[in-house]
């Protein structure tokens, strides 16, 4: 059996019609998720991308992979999913452009073969390994914070985009369908700055371009105004409905080298997106149910799929993908009392232990402990 794991950046829950049946633009999710499992009730580790890809990469909370803002890289002494799976007689490769997942923050350790932002990115992985054991760590963590937001917000022009990653993909399948794999993709389409092809936005009625708005990321220093709100919103919608169509492309091409049967794919979204909600635009500062309340959909060799309501962390994802192969392997800190389920630096989330407070956790309502160790609720 074949592992698949796609991570669709940026997605919103409600956009998507397994989840809002008010939602007609997402054919290829709706017929995916069809046969598949669809979890009503999964929660990201973080809002942002890279402590909550670490927290399924790793199987740990962020408050023990320790991956934010201030120390943006993977510690050494962290066996993540790709090391796991390559002992288990898996060839492991991570095909995408999000610049957070790089050798740069050692999120590529492990993996047999990576295409990032940065191309063949293992020649970068032992240069940034000894930077980080240096005194120039400092310097390290702050070339990697430019690094990614200057990726981020002006891509060269040759920049790995979703047709090189399609045809990643499609290389990868030609040389090694024939064995057992382990894919791990990233689609950052929806992801800010919203520019979805014509077509796209012709069809969700945009007719201005997201650089003609005054509105900008929080994370960025901008804000929302209330008045681009319908516009925005629409190009995000065009964002989701491109992002779907490109789901099915890199489904058929799992169709087309005879292994789509025969493979585990694992479908979420690392955290959501804040449109005026909060009066807020992007991600990061919150823990808002828009931001951390992710898609989750899994689909597994020879199994009809049910709706499953039972609270789900993205990081258990880590432990069931290795007990779906055979490697049994426990997670031992599922129910801690007062444990840490998420952070974004402060404050840090904390859920209490679900057989007693499971009603809460459905009506999405979390524990937030501050610096000093006083708790206060927190409600849609």
């Known amino acids: 059996m074949n592992v698949v794991v796609l991570v669709f950046d940026t997605v919103r829950r409600d956009r998507l019609s397994p989840y809002n049946g008010d939602i007609d633009f997402t054919p290829v999710f709706q017929e995916f998720a069809e046969s598949s499992d669809v979890y009503m009730n999964a929660f990201s580790q973080a809002p942002w991308s890279f402590p909550s890809q670490l927290s399924f990469l790793s199987g740990l909370y962020p408050w023990q992979h320790q991956g934010n803002q201030s120390k943006p890289f993977v510690d050494g002494g962290i066996d993540c999913l790709p090391v796991k799976l390559r002992d288990e007689g898996y060839f492991t490769s991570m095909i995408h452009n999000n610049s957070w997942l790089t050798p740069v923050t050692g999120a590529t350790k492990g993996f047999d073969e990576d295409r990032t932002i940065l191309g063949k990115s293992r020649y970068f992985h032992s240069f940034w390994s000894s930077l980080g054991k240096s005194d120039l760590d400092i310097v390290q963590r702050k070339l990697i914070l430019s690094f990614s937001k200057l990726n981020l917000l002006n891509p060269p022009k040759d920049c790995y985009g979703i047709l090189d990653q399609i045809r990643s993909i499609e290389r990868f399948l030609d040389r090694h369908s024939g064995r057992d794999f382990f894919c791990y993709i ?46 925005l919103n629409r190009l995000y919608n065009a964002e989701i409905d491109f992002l779907d169509d490109l789901f099915g492309v890199v489904l058929n091409l799992f169709k087309k080298y005879g292994v789509y049967e025969d493979t585990l794919f694992v479908v979420f979204s690392d955290h959501g ?41 993205v990081r258990e994802l880590h432990y069931m993908i290795l007990n779906e192969v055979g490697a049994n392997q426990y997670d031992e800190i599922k129910l801690m009392d007062g444990y840490a389920c998420g952070m974004y630096e402060k404050p840090v989330i904390y859920r209490e232990k679900l057989d007693s407070f499971y009603d809460y956790c459905l009506n999405d309502v979390f524990y937030i402990a501050n610096e000093d160790g006083v708790f206060r609720v927190y409600g849609p």
């Open 273 to 313: 997106e804040l449109i005026g909600e909060e009066c807020k635009f992007g991600h990061h500062f919150s823990t808002n149910k828009h931001l951390i309340n992710v898609p989750l959909i899994v689909k597994k060799p020879g199994v009809e799929g049910r709706v499953i309501e039972e609270v789900t962390e």
């Open 186 to 231: 990233n689609l950052v389409e929806s992801h800010y700055p919203y520019n979805p092809p014509e077509r796209y936005k012709k069809r969700h009625g945009v007719e201005r371009d997201v650089g003609d708005l005054k509105s900008m990321p929080l994370e960025y220093g901008g804000r929302v105004f209330m008045d681009e709100l319908d516009v």
